[in-house]
Structures are given as structure tokens and as C-alpha cells.
T-cell receptor
Framework: NAGVTQTPKFQVLKTGQSMTLQCAQDMNHEYMSWYRQDPGMGLRLIHYSVGAGITDQGEVPNGYNVSRSTTEDFPLRLLSAAPSQTSVYFC???????????FGSGTQLSVL | QQQVKQSPQSLIVQKGGIPIINCAYENTAFDYFPWYQQFPGKGPALLIAIRPDVSEKKEGRFTISFNKSAKQFSLHIMDSQPGDSATYFCAASASGTASKLTFGTGTRLQVTL
């Protein structure tokens, strides 16, 4: 099992550009989520999904869009990148039984 | 509003020492309290977790102590090793399939020889 796979690992954008961060999991987890990690602020929830076709906002959703067309995939879209979105982004999926989150290895994004 | 407050921000201990990381929460609906360990360049990984029906849980050298009345919980690492050097995050959530994990701000632990 690959677990949670994120691509790309690194990305540099110019202000105003759009892009999609990819996330896929092969554990058949219904719950998936996106977090951003910033120094001194821990991990903050951006968006989450409890199953295909269902998404909801987390703590810091502005500037991001998500969709969930399949159980496996949960892409995160930056609509118009801003320097404030410079961060490390983590995708995670969760076992329903014991609440354990499985994280991907992260995408380091810089917006210039 | 920070719902889970974590301290200290950083910690340096000698090999064999017992680092202690503390967390406090505000939401009384929280009923799941995990600790995650993160090495540089990697995603966080679940280390140990506790529910409020017990006051302590041990897994190997890692122990969670939980004080429901004070709304506090802490991580103790016994006989710490240089390989334990990492960032540790506490977190909390309330039950439910849509339960959202709220993380503390993290503690960077360095274990020296």
C-alpha cells in the first residue's frame, strides 16, 4: 500500500497563478482532509470531505477550492495564488474506526 | 481562537532525560486526544492517543497523562534518545465521522548526546 500520495513535492508560483495540489489514498478511507502548516501555527484545517461528493470548510478555507469525485482522490485548488498561501500543505485520510489520521509527505509551496 | 494550546515551543534535553510537553484545551466536547510526531521533510505520524475515560496511557517509552477536570493533557518521553528529536503536535477532536482534528502549535524537541 502506498498510503497517502501527494504531488508535487515542491512548487513555485507567481501571484495570481492557479494550480491544483493532488492527493490520492489507497486505503479506502471515506474521510480526507487538507491542512496547511506554518511556523508557530501548527496544522490548520483547510477543507475536508466525509465521502465522495461531500466537502466542507475547515478553519482556513478562503482562497482554496476542493472537490471529491472519487473515494481515492481529493485535489486542492488554489484559485489565484497569494504570497499568504506560501506554506507546506498536507493531505490526510482517516480510519473511521480509531480516528487515526494518515498524512502524505507534503507539498512545499512558495508564492512569489 | 486557539482551541488547543501547546507548550513549550521548543525543548532541549540530554539523552536519557524525560521531556514533558503540555497541552490545554477549551472545548469540553473534545473526547479524543492524539499526539503526532513529525520528522523534517515528512508528514506527521500518529504516536499515541487517549480518550477521557482513562487518566494515563503508555505505549513503549511514550506516556500520555490526562486531567479531565483541568482540561489538560501531556506527553512524557521516558529514556529519551537522539532519534526522538522531532516536532511533536498535540491535537483534539470531538466524536463523529465529520470530526475535525484541531492541532496545537507544536514543540520542537532536540535530544542531545
Amino acid at each position: 500500500n502506498a498510503g497517502v500520495t501527494q504531488t508535487p513535492k515542491f512548487q513555485v508560483l507567481k501571484t495570481g497563478q492557479s494550480m491544483t495540489l493532488q492527493c490520492a489514498q489507497d486505503m479506502n478511507h471515506e474521510y480526507m482532509s487538507w491542512y496547511r502548516q506554518d511556523p508557530g501555527m501548527g496544522l490548520r484545517l483547510i477543507h475536508y470531505s466525509v465521502g465522495a461528493g461531500i466537502t466542507d470548510q475547515g478553519e482556513v478555507p478562503n482562497g482554496y477550492n476542493v472537490s471529491r469525485s472519487t473515494t481515492e482522490d481529493f485535489p486542492l485548488r488554489l484559485l489565484s495564488a497569494a504570497p499568504s498561501q506560501t506554506s507546506v500543505y498536507f493531505c490526510a485520510s482517516k480510519e473511521t474506526v480509531n480516528e487515526k489520521l494518515f498524512f502524505g509527505s507534503g507539498t512545499q509551496l512558495s508564492v512569489l | 481562537q486557539q482551541q488547543v494550546k501547546q507548550s513549550p515551543q521548543s525543548l532541549i534535553v540530554q539523552k536519557g532525560g524525560i521531556p514533558i510537553i503540555n497541552c490545554a484545551y477549551e472545548n469540553t466536547a473534545f473526547d479524543y486526544f492524539p499526539w503526532y510526531q513529525q520528522f523534517p521533510g515528512k508528514g506527521p505520524a500518529l504516536l499515541i492517543a487517549i480518550r477521557p475515560d482513562v487518566s494515563e496511557k503508555k505505549e513503549g517509552r511514550f506516556t500520555i497523562s490526562f486531567n479531565k477536570s483541568a482540561k489538560q493533557f501531556s506527553l512524557h518521553i521516558m529514556d529519551s534518545q537522539p532519534g526522538d528529536s522531532a516536532t511533536y503536535f498535540c491535537a483534539a477532536s470531538a466524536s463523529g465521522t465529520a470530526s475535525k482534528l484541531t492541532f496545537g502549535t507544536g514543540t520542537r524537541l532536540q535530544v542531545t548526546l
